[in-house]
Structure formats: C-alpha cells, structure tokens
C-alpha cells in the first residue's frame, strides 16, 4: 500500500505540532492533540515526537494515520 501524501500550507515561520494537528483536521481540539501526541502517534521527521510544541518548519514531514504531512511555506507572489 502507498503512503498518501499531503501538503500543509504555513503563512508564518513555523506551526507548533499541536496547532497543526488542528489545521490538518487531523484532531479536532487542542485536548485529542495533547493525548494522541502523548500517546506517541506521531512521526516528524521519521521520528515519534512527544512534544505538543515542537516547531514544524518548511520542508519537515509529519507522519499521522497512515499519511505523510509535507509542510509548505505559502509563497510569496510579486
């Protein structure tokens, strides 16, 4: 089975892994992202992270149900 890719588009420098789980509708409140990170559902970067703050910057991946989260910085048009 192939991994599904998806792209997140940031307007700021970076998102807190929490706030993106938010923005992905991947949880819905803040609450289920505290516990499902604590419980160690996701990856970033190929590694389980723990942390609810941790700063999600362009380029990162976010790995969470079975999809690979690509962080994009929104570009900026002349």
Partial sequence: MEKQEK???IKTEY???DSFLKLS?????GGEAKMRILDGEFKVDGEVCLQRGKKLRPGMKVNAE???Y???AEE???
């Fill in 66 to 68: 079975g999809a690979e």
């Fill in 7 to 9: 792209e997140i588009i």
């Fill in 70 to 72: 690509i962080i994009k």
């Fill in 25 to 29: 509708n991947i949880c819905s409140s």
């Fill in 15 to 17: 998102i807190k892994l």
């Fill in 76 to 78: 900026n048009k002349p």
